[in-house]
């Protein structure tokens, strides 16, 4: 799944427009690498994101295509 709608599928991010500006502006990586809205992530990867003076920093745990709201915070655990 693109890393623009896992965050977005998840819910860390309200839309999927927002998830890819944040991609293209620099602010997410991937297993310590900056990234593109169009990389691919998977289950284990530690994903990372800027949001002005804070970072988010969790581990994919499951991708899913869909999820209900309750659910989607089981698709990551924060560090």
């Known amino acids: 799944m693109r890393i623009d709608k896992f965050l977005k599928v998840s819910r860390v991010l309200k839309r999927r427009a927002t998830a890819n500006e944040a991609c293209s502006a620099g602010k997410v990586f991937v297993n310590g690498k900056e990234v593109k809205p169009s990389r691919e992530v998977k289950e284990g990867d530690v ?3 800027k949001f002005g003076e804070g970072v988010m920093k ?3 745990n ?3 295509e869909s999820v209900k709201k309750e659910d989607a915070p ?3 655990t924060i560090l």
């Open 47 to 49: 994903v990372e994101i």
């Open 58 to 60: 969790f581990r994919v």
């Open 62 to 64: 499951l991708v899913k």
């Open 74 to 76: 089981s698709l990551y």
